[in-house]
């Protein structure tokens, strides 16, 4: 979702004490709450709980990746957001129905349909509501002029960014990203340490392009 302030160090120690249990009772932390963990001072706490509300109005991709479903990544939760549009009508989905979007295969599909069957998760996503997160749709924008629109990605290695801000750019420019590499894939992008992916992008003889390379179209 993120929020800044609620990094690792954080995380282990509202759940060390047991003042998060699961994701919804991020939203409701307090002052008096986060008083209790050690050498943090108010301005640290105002900024997390400032974050913390400001994460209520993120795209919805953000929050479906953020419920942490088995195999859903940040393509898969693009995809689901992008086509349902909002948590009521994906929570409703049929494994075929899912099964017939992008980067969502039938394990994907079963394993989003046996989360939100499951009666503690949407317990666990009614409270999230009841707490006032309400995710945004982001209605694609056809782009055009752009090298990079229609192609699909994917982004493997070490880069100068994180693999979701560089998600970031193409798809602002009309791209796809993709989490695994197939024959459909139109380039690999890949930094230091790329490892399988890039084995398999030259079986499949995907263009393999580095971050200079890429810069470069953008």
Same mark, same amino acid.
């Given at each position: 979702m993120d929020i800044e302030g609620l990094g690792q160090v954080m995380v282990?120690? #509202?759940?060390?004490?047991?003042?998060?249990?699961d994701v919804s009772d991020v939203y409701e932390l307090t002052t008096e709450k986060l008083g209790t963990i050690e050498r943090t001072g108010e301005k640290s706490v105002a900024n997390l709980l400032t974050g913390i509300e400001t994460s209520?109005?993120?795209?919805?991709?953000?929050?479906?990746?953020g419920l942490g479903i088995l195999h859903v990544g940040v393509s898969a939760s693009r995809a689901l957001a992008d086509h349902f549009g909002g948590l009521d009508a994906l929570m409703k989905a049929s494994v075929d129905e899912l099964q017939r979007i992008p980067d969502v295969g039938e394990v994907v599909a079963k394993s989003i349909h046996q989360f939100f069957q499951e009666p503690r998760n949407r317990q666990m996503i009614s409270r999230l509501l009841n707490l006032g997160v309400r995710p945004k749709s982001e209605p694609k924008k056809p782009a055009t002029g752009s090298p990079i629109a229609g192609s699909t990605w994917v982004i493997t290695g070490t880069l100068s960014q994180g693999r979701e801000e560089i998600a970031e750019l193409i798809l602002a420019r009309g791209g796809k990203v993709s989490g695994s590499?197939? +024959?459909?894939?139109?380039?690999?992008? *890949?930094?230091?340490? *790329?490892?399988?992916?890039?084995?398999? *992008?030259?079986?499949?003889?995907?263009?393999?392009?580095?971050?200079?390379?890429?810069? +470069?179209? #953008?």
């Open positions: 282990e120690q #509202l759940v060390s004490r047991e003042l998060v249990r209520k109005t993120r795209p919805l991709w953000r929050l479906i990746f590499v197939s +024959k459909k894939t139109s380039y690999l992008l *890949a930094g230091e340490s *790329a490892g399988t992916k890039l084995d398999k *992008a030259r079986e499949f003889g995907v263009r393999v392009i580095t971050e200079t390379e890429f810069r +470069k179209m #953008l």
